[in-house]
């Protein structure tokens, strides 16, 4: 993660910064069958009850209704590993690009992506523990602190308002 901290970091970050307002896609969408085990598919039903069908999420111990789905910037996972299984390895279900800050995407803000919709909630989504093991306890302070949480590099938490089949490459709209 060091080699983060450096031209590439400054370049990723502008990279994100240019990410689009309104209309972006979908990039990623990782189900997650079990904890630590990560499944890249190309399509997926989201549902209002259990998230992301085939996602553990709705099995947990702990169930959080404003937590159903937690979503990253593309850009960002792009910016913490080349390749798909790393990005897969940060947690979140779903990898959008957009822009990602709070003036941009507020609590209530819902997303089109394909048939279905999302909502971001206020919960906030921090890199946790996991995260940090995978990507180093000062790439985690960096994206839960200043510019990082400004951007809200570690995503956004959100939930399914209406739900319906998603796809890789689908568009996602701000409505």
Request: proline fraction near 3%; charged fraction near 25%; aromatic fraction near 4%.
């Amino acid at each position: 993660m060091t080699n983060l901290f450096s031209t590439d970091l400054d370049e990723g970050l502008a990279h994100i910064r240019r990410s689009p307002a309104d209309v972006g896609t979908l990039d990623m969408i990782v189900r997650r069958p079990s904890v630590g085990t990560r499944e890249v598919v190309e399509v997926a039903e989201l549902d209002t009850v259990v998230g992301l069908v085939g996602d553990s999420w709705a099995t947990r111990e702990r169930v959080d209704p404003e937590a159903q789905l937690n979503v990253m910037n593309a850009r960002m996972a792009a910016l913490l590993a080349p390749d798909e299984h790393g990005r897969a390895l940060a947690g979140d279900q779903l990898y959008l690009d957009i822009d990602f800050t709070e003036a941009n995407l507020p609590a209530g803000t819902r997303l089109q992506i394909g048939d279905a919709v999302i909502e971001i909630t206020a919960k906030p989504h921090t890199g946790c523990k996991k995260f940090a093991a995978r990507f180093g306890a000062e790439m985690t302070r960096f994206v839960n602190t200043g510019e990082g949480k400004r951007l809200r590099l570690r995503g956004v938490c959100a939930k399914v308002v209406r739900g319906g089949a998603i796809r890789r490459g689908d568009t996602v709209t701000k409505l």
